[in-house]
């Protein structure tokens, strides 16, 4: 997947943006603050109308605008040209359209044009709670599981109604009704991360044995909250726990509960690793999301590469090329680039104040 251009109006700090790219590697230089980052979150808001900083689209429309519209146009691995056209507003809404026809589900635009994120926010997947390793991981298998998306959706939208009823203490008959709802949806989400998970950890173990130089080991290890054997089980753990959820008046066993951790050498990183091993943990668990998206879609996703050079020791810095995928179009942004002999390798564009200046490509002495 390439993107071949994008327009943008009223995004962030962007006022109206009309952009083409021509190669597959596009370098975006300026101070913070000018509008570098918000280019690269507008396209990932084309793969998934999420923000990779977590922000809501509401808050994305430029002050004094009621209305932000993206428009991107790709070119697949099959060589045809495709389409994603955005717009939220100020107020909520969203209305997306696809190769000019309406998209009524999130599920329907997932997995058609991915992209990866790297960010220094990344280093909350080590650090943070277990919420955002969930989120990566659901992002991750929602993108190439349509089954996996519905159950997500279902699961949550099942735990909400059964939450409400626990805090009003309602009877086991009207919790009953959810819980079968909640059971079928559970079932789904284990058996899908059971298959698929361990796709991600052996994309992971090969990424971070690549950027250690094979030095030191890396894995993934699943923590399930808890685990059952299909529909009924599901529900006798449900009905067994229903007292005690009343009195927290939540749901408190379930998928919703699981986690993994990030191990190095056989070690919790969140512990042992050094800031600098959590570096290229965090980096390989993006890597390693990249060749699962690649595996199970079929196509390239695009990498996005928000301000990551300063997170990266002297060495992997100055070999930032060589790190990245071969072949996947990638998107940095910085306020210099890696080293100055990658300057030449870069389709660049110097930023200020939300304006993009096309730079003119200098050729290398030799």
């Known amino acids: 997947m390439r993107l071949l251009g994008i327009n943008i109006e009223n995004f962030r700090n962007l006022g109206s943006i009309s952009l083409e790219f021509g190669t597959d590697r596009i370098f975006f230089l300026g101070a913070n603050g000018q509008g570098k980052s918000n280019l690269l979150e507008a396209v990932g808001i084309c793969s998934t109308l999420r923000s990779f900083r977590g922000a809501s689209t509401e808050s994305m429309v430029k002050d004094g605008e009621s209305e932000a519209r993206l428009f991107a146009k790709f070119l697949d691995d099959d060589g045809a040209e495709r389409d994603a056209m955005i717009r939220f507003g100020k107020r909520g809404g969203k209305h997306v359209e696809v190769d000019g026809e309406p998209v009524k589900k999130l599920g329907d635009l997932l997995g058609q044009f991915p992209s990866v994120c790297l960010s220094s926010r990344d280093f909350r997947l080590v650090r943070e709670s277990p919420s955002d390793r969930r989120k990566w991981m659901d992002l991750a298998l929602s993108s190439t599981s349509l089954k996996y998306f519905t159950a997500l959706q279902g699961y949550y939208r ?57 030095q ?45 951790s990030l191990l190095l050498d056989g070690r919790d990183a969140r512990h042992y690793a050094s800031e600098g091993q959590q570096k290229g ?32 020791d002297p060495s992997r810095r100055a070999n930032f ?12 942004t910085g306020t210099a680039y890696p080293s100055e002999r ?6 660049s564009f110097q930023v200020q104040s939300g304006g993009f ?8 002495d030799g």
């Open 158 to 214: 099942s735990m909400k109604e059964r939450n409400t009823l626990l805090k009003k203490q309602a009877g086991d008959s009207e919790i009953q009704a959810f819980e079968h709802a909640l059971a079928s949806s559970a079932q789904v989400l284990q058996e899908v991360r059971a298959e698929l998970f361990p796709l991600l950890d052996q994309a992971f173990e090969k990424s971070y044995a690549g950027l250690s130089h094979n």
């Open 357 to 364: 200046v096309p730079v003119p490509l200098s050729i290398p």
């Open 321 to 332: 090329r060589k790190l990245l995928p071969p072949n996947a179009q990638t998107f940095a």
């Open 281 to 312: 943990i965090v980096l390989a668990l993006r890597l390693a999301e990249f060749s699962f998206l690649r595996q199970k879609l079929g196509t390239l996703p695009i990498l996005l590469a928000d301000d990551v050079l300063g997170e990266l």
């Open 216 to 260: 030191e080991s890396a894995k993934l290890s699943y923590k399930p909250d808890c685990r059952a054997e299909g529909f009924n089980e599901w529900l006798s753990i449900y009905a067994q726990e229903r007292s005690r959820d009343r009195q927290f008046g939540s749901t408190r066993r379930g998928p919703h509960r699981d986690d993994f």
């Open 342 to 347: 990658e300057e030449g390798i870069w389709e």
